[in-house]
């Protein structure tokens, strides 16, 4: 049974950082592309995840959505089966659910229940 678990979401101030956490199971972690997306505040589909990061299999190629670029960093510990993100100068418009998403090597996607992140002061 495939499992991503996030965590590391929370209130934080403008300017500040967080870290998020997916743990993965039960699919070839080392062999899948791992991505983060969000969905905004009164964003109700599923089509409406706007897409953060990637970082696809072997870990050394990774991509960036244009309004994270230079804050936001990608990361993934193939021994732990874990992708992180790190957030750093956050701000007010990047609240948003965080969701982990994982394509396997036979191209079947796979969402976490997601995590919320709310930057305020």
């Known amino acids: 049974q495939v499992q991503l678990v996030e965590s590391g979401g929370g209130l934080v101030q403008p300017g500040g950082s967080l870290r998020l956490s997916c743990a993965a199971s039960?699919?070839?972690?080392?062999?899948?592309?791992m991505s983060w997306y969000r969905q905004a505040p009164g964003q109700e589909r599923e089509e409406e995840r706007e897409?953060?990061?990637?970082?696809?299999?072997?870990?050394?190629?990774?991509n960036y959505a244009g309004s994270v670029k230079g804050r936001f960093t990608i990361s993934r510990d193939n021994a732990k089966n874990t992708v992180y993100l790190q957030m750093n100068s956050l701000k007010p418009e990047d609240t948003a659910v965080y969701y982990c998403n994982a394509q396997d090597e036979r191209d079947r996607d796979y969402w976490g229940q997601g995590t919320q992140v709310t930057v305020s002061s």
């Open positions: 897409f953060v990061a990637s970082s696809f299999s072997g870990g050394a190629s990774t």
């Open positions: 039960g699919f070839t972690f080392s062999r899948s592309a």
